[in-house]
């Protein structure tokens, strides 16, 4: 129905930057919302960024900024002065709309930030 793919993700050092990209594809009629989430080994999935509410957690605000293209179903999140405590594995989402299941959430498969010295 719909893949949602990442990339971007790598090794870093603390302070350096990264831009993460996610590509939406198959049977989309619209896009209704997007947003990164992040999973550090041990803890659970949290959400980081939205685009629809232009929510950004207390731990990024500031660094990370979430922005989308909707002509190319894609949505990044550049993450700037990145620290220790971002390493983790961030995971895509979308709310997406299509004819032949309505409006659906989906998920990407991850993509790894680790961030060391």
């Known amino acids: 129905q719909v893949q949602l793919v990442e990339s971007g993700g790598g090794l870093v050092q603390p302070g350096d930057s990264l831009r993460l990209s996610c590509a939406a594809s198959g049977s989309i009629v619209k896009i209704n919302d997007m947003a990164w989430y992040r999973q550090a080994p041990g803890k659970q999935r949290e959400l980081v960024a939205r685009?629809?509410?232009?929510f950004y957690s207390d731990a990024v605000k500031g660094r990370f900024t979430i922005s989308q293209d909707d002509a190319k179903n894609m949505v990044y999140l550049q993450m700037n002065s990145l620290k220790f405590d971002d390493t983790a594995v961030y995971y895509c989402?979308?709310?997406?709309?299509?004819?032949?299941?309505?409006?659906?959430?989906?998920w990407g498969r991850g993509t790894q930030v680790t961030v060391s010295s």
């Open positions: 685009i629809f509410n232009g």
């Open positions: 989402w979308a709310n997406v709309y299509g004819w032949t299941y309505g409006s659906r959430d989906f």
